[in-house]
Each structure stands twice: as structure tokens, then as C-alpha cells.
């Protein structure tokens, strides 16, 4: 694929990191111990992954947005072909799984307004090339949804810099990711980064926050968000809303920062944009699972940002 003018360029967005399939358990009356089993309300089956729900929330919000990443491997391949052929997204930088490699899983445990992971990767985090395709492709923003992506691929920020992209990172919690030394310098060209309260205290143990990036976005649940920029530092709070579900609100927050702030909105409303798409994501089953339904969303997070 070719975006077709510089003008369509500008606001397009792709995103790049690990595709995986989410088995979302909810309704958990206690979080499961060594030796004791506990009974799930709920199960939902859908397409996971910072990247993926990170950009399928941007489509639903109007943009153009693609996906870089390997598809499911099978099992999972066919039950998620129908989400991701209904997502709206551009899905050319994609390929198939490389043979031999497992399903890329994580199970999400969600009681109230807490959950945990356990996730399993497998094989490469992207298709091979990307580094290439990025001056080929012809899209004006690169967000990458797991930092260990980018541990992975240390030449891609150069690469989409030297595209003339803009480029965003979620963290995405891993312990041997954050205990690493070297992630100012590892994140260098990156124009926004989005850990969230946890990740951030954890980076902080190295680094000052503002030494990571020109823009730190901190994402804290409930107690909402904060901006971090030439030594300034803006908060706004969270929208009070019905907690259904919390696997991938923190990405439809991206979504809806890098919505605003990529129309150069001032960062409170960015903020306030980020909030609005997130709580939309809170009030339903399954990360980005059967999107249409919201769309348009932009309205939404604009008129929350005014």
C-alpha cells in the first residue's frame, strides 16, 4: 500500500508491535493463588495487543490507520479473522505467522477495576523489513505499542525519522525491559511516550521521566493523566464511567491523545481526548472488539477535549 498525497499522508498513522490473542476471563471474585482455583463470569475472545487495539480506536476515532504484525498463528487465526477484517484498518504491512511458532496469547484476569496478564510471545515482533517499508508506505505517524518492540528493533525510530514520520511508544510492563540502563537512548526521536503510573515510577528508578522523550504522557487509571513537557508538567482527571471491562483502555487512550495531538490541540485537550476514548473502551467487552458500533467516535473525544 501507498498513501496517495502528501496531504492524506499527514494525519495517517501505523502501528507496529505484537498481534496477540486476548482470552479476557472478567468477573473474577478474587485474583487466583498457588493451589486454589476461582470461576470467571465472563470469557471474551478477541484481538489483543497495544498496537492492534491502539490502532483500530484511531479508525474508529476517523483517521487512516494501518497495522504492522504478524496475523495469529492458528488456532486463533480464523476465530479473529472477523475482527480484524471489520477493524477499518490497512493491513498490508502485515504477514502471515512464521511456521513453527506458537499462538502469541495472553490470558487477562479482570476483578473490578484490577487485573493481571500472562502473556506468551512468540517469533519475531514484525514482519520482516518494516525498517524499508516505512519510506515506501507513505504514512505520516508510527506508534509503536510495546517498548519491547523497539528493544527488538532499535533502527526503526531512525528508520521512520528518516521517512519523515512522527513517532509514538507505549511502555507496556516488562520487568527486564525496564530494568535495562539505556532507554533514554534506546527512545531517542521519539516524539511521545506513554507509560503508565507503574511503568513510569519504574523508569524513574534510572532516569528522569523528562529525560525519555520531549513529551511523557502518564497514564494513571482512575486518577487520570499528566503531561510532561519542557519541564512542565499538566494533569487532567479521568471521566467517571462504568467500569465493564479495563483490557485496553490504556491503548484507546493513546489512540485518543495521538488523535489530538497530531491536530495540534493544545495538551489538556489532548489529555481530555485520551480520557474520552478511554472510558468509551472501559464501558465494553473486549479491547477492541466490534469497533463499528462506535464510530464515529471523534465527536466524542472532541467535544470531551472543548
Known amino acids: 500500500m501507498r498513501l496517495a498525497t ?14 496477540y490473542c486476548d482470552l479476557i476471563m472478567s468477573g473474577l471474585p478474587a485474583m487466583p493463588v498457588p493451589g486454589r482455583e476461582v470461576y470467571a463470569g465472563a470469557l471474551t475472545l478477541a484481538a489483543g495487543g497495544g498496537a492492534y487495539i491502539t490502532a483500530a480506536y484511531c479508525a474508529a476515532l476517523g483517521r487512516v490507520a494501518g497495522l504492522a504484525a504478524h496475523l495469529p498463528a492458528e488456532p486463533f487465526g480464523a476465530a479473529l479473522h472477523d475482527e480484524l477484517a471489520t477493524a477499518g484498518l490497512e493491513l498490508s504491512l502485515c504477514s502471515p505467522p512464521p511456521k513453527g511458532v ?4 495472553t490470558v ?18 514484525l514482519p520482516t523489513g518494516l525498517d524499508d517499508a516505512l519510506g515506501q508506505a507513505g504514512y505520516g505517524h508510527l506508534h509503536l505499542g510495546e517498548l519491547a518492540t523497539l528493544v527488538e528493533y532499535p533502527g526503526l525510530v531512525r528508520a521512520a525519522k528518516a ?4 513517532v509514538s511508544c507505549d511502555c507496556s510492563w516488562d520487568t527486564a525491559v525496564l530494568e535495562r540502563n539505556d532507554l533514554p537512548e534506546l527512545l531517542a526521536g521519539v516524539d511521545v511516550f506513554l507509560p503508565n503510573a507503574s511503568e513510569a515510577e519504574a523508569l524513574a528508578r534510572h532516569a528522569p ?13 482512575a486518577r487520570g493523566a499528566s503531561a510532561l513537557s519542557g519541564g512542565a508538567v499538566i494533569q487532567r482527571p479521568a471521566r467517571a464511567t462504568h467500569v465493564v471491562d479495563t483490557v485496553g483502555a490504556g491503548d484507546a ?54
Request: glycine fraction near 12%; charge should be positive; proline fraction near 6%.
Open 6 to 19: 502528501a496531504s492524506y499522508r499527514t494525519g495517517t498513522i501505523l502501528c507496529a508491535g505484537r498481534l
Open 102 to 105: 506458537d499462538p502469541q496469547i
Open 108 to 125: 487477562a484476569m479482570i476483578m473490578n477495576d484490577d487485573r493481571a496478564f500472562l502473556t506468551r510471545r512468540a517469533g519475531p515482533a
Open 163 to 166: 521517512a519523515g514520520m512522527t
Open 209 to 221: 521521566l523528562g529525560v525519555h522523550a520531549p513529551l511523557v504522557v502518564v497514564k494513571d487509571g
Open 253 to 306: 487512550f493513546n489512540a485518543g491523545f495521538i488523535d489530538a495531538w497530531l491536530a495540534r490541540r493544545p495538551l489538556p485537550e489532548c489529555l481530555d481526548a485520551g480520557h474520552a476514548v478511554a472510558a468509551a473502551a472501559l464501558g465494553r467487552h473486549g479491547g477492541a472488539r466490534g469497533l463499528g458500533a462506535l464510530v464515529p467516535l471523534r465527536h466524542t473525544a472532541h467535544r470531551a477535549a472543548e
